[in-house]
Structure formats: C-alpha cells, structure tokens
C-alpha cells in the first residue's frame, strides 16, 4: 500500500523514496516527523471532543425548549 505521503515523497524525489523503498534508508528529521504526528493526533482528539460538546449542547438546548413548551401546556 502506497501512502499520499509517498506519492509526495516520490514526485519531490523519486530518487529519496526509492532509497527509502529499496533500501529502508530514513530521511534526517525523523523525530520531529513524530512529533508532528503526535500533535496531529492531539488535535484529532479536540476536534473530537469539540464535536461532542457541540452535539451535548444541541441536545441540551432541545430538551429546554422542549421543557419550556410542555410546561406551557401545563400553566
């Protein structure tokens, strides 16, 4: 399986991914790659949350007024 990493990877330098490819050579800059991954994954898991609370409070918010209308009904 082929990675749009890669591809990029390839069309910047088919030459670097071949090394890579063939001959499991890393690139310097490694650990900051990871890193970067890390912070990616980090911010995946905010986003996710922000959803979340987003859908907590969209359903709070019809619950209220739902409140509000059936205790209408009961005035």
């Given at each position: 399986m082929i990675r749009a990493s890669e591809i990029?990877?390839?069309v910047y330098c088919a030459r670097a991914w071949w090394l890579r490819r063939a001959l499991g050579w890393e690139p310097e800059g490694?650990?900051?790659r990871e890193f970067g991954t890390v912070l990616h994954h980090r911010h995946g898991r905010a986003?996710?949350?922000s959803r979340a609370l987003l859908l907590l409070a969209g359903a709070l918010?019809?619950?209220g007024l739902l409140?509000?209308?059936v205790g209408r009904g009961w005035a």
């Open positions: 990029g990877e390839y490694h650990e900051r986003v996710a949350g918010l019809l619950a409140l509000i209308v």
